[in-house]
């Protein structure tokens, strides 16, 4: 039935009803019980805020195109629903979009709270989707070692766990005008040491530099 400024349809107790007023918004409610509310907001475009056609979903302060104040879910039925966002063009057709793939349990992200601090940053996560940003293989077990002046054999402590398939590299850092030649002649895994030989005994200013890449 038409009633004034609004259109009120009742069955089983719950009402539909379209009210007009300013700004004008149309309110999808229940008389018993908010379990769903649509909020449109149709106002004049040169009015700023909620007036320029704003919807909101469980919220009647909408501030976007779009905003919802529940948590959406994209179901399918057997195939994967996508979030899609379309290129930048007037007339482009393409789109990148994010979907889920099979999973034995749920899996919640967390985003960053801030943007990453440098150039060239990437996202990286927790066993639990904490995601933070971190710089490129800044993680990789690495270090300079200072070995016993005179010695060809040398013991490198690693300082982590050394998993099976790691793979050592190494160079020297030396004075100029000298050539040394290195190689690893031992991994060990379970005190986390790699041993290796220079072709001459080093001196004082020489160095190893090693990193250990670890298996993915």
């Not at 009633?3 to 149309?26: G, K, T, V």
């Not at 960053?112 to 066993?127: C, E, K, N, Y």
């Amino acid at each position: 039935s038409l009633r004034n400024d609004h259109f009120s349809c009742s069955q089983d107790a719950d009402d539909l009803f379209f009210r007009e007023m300013f700004p004008s918004h149309i309110d999808l409610l229940s008389t018993t019980k908010l379990s769903f509310q649509l909020v449109v907001f149709l106002g004049s475009g040169s009015i700023a805020g909620p007036s320029q056609g704003f919807i909101g979903i469980g919220t009647t302060t909408p501030k976007a195109g779009v905003d919802i104040a529940k948590t959406v879910l994209l179901s399918n039925s057997g195939v994967p629903t996508e979030l899609r966002f379309a290129e930048p063009l007037a007339g482009g057709s393409n789109y990148t979009a994010f979907r889920a793939g099979p999973q034995s349990a749920d899996i919640t992200y967390t985003l960053p709270d801030a943007a990453p601090a440098t150039d060239g940053q990437v996202l990286t996560s927790t066993t639990g989707g904490t995601l933070t940003w971190t710089k490129p293989l800044q993680n990789i077990i690495r270090g300079l070692f200072t070995p016993v002046v005179g010695n060809f054999v040398h013991v490198i402590p690693i300082g982590a766990n050394i998993t099976n398939g790691s793979i050592p590299v190494l160079t020297m850092v030396n004075p100029p005008g000298t050539t040394i030649g290195i190689s690893v002649t031992a991994i060990d895994d379970i005190n986390d040491t790699i041993t290796v030989e220079t072709s001459i005994p080093l001196g004082v200013a020489d160095k190893i530099a090693w990193l250990m890449v670890q298996p993915f």
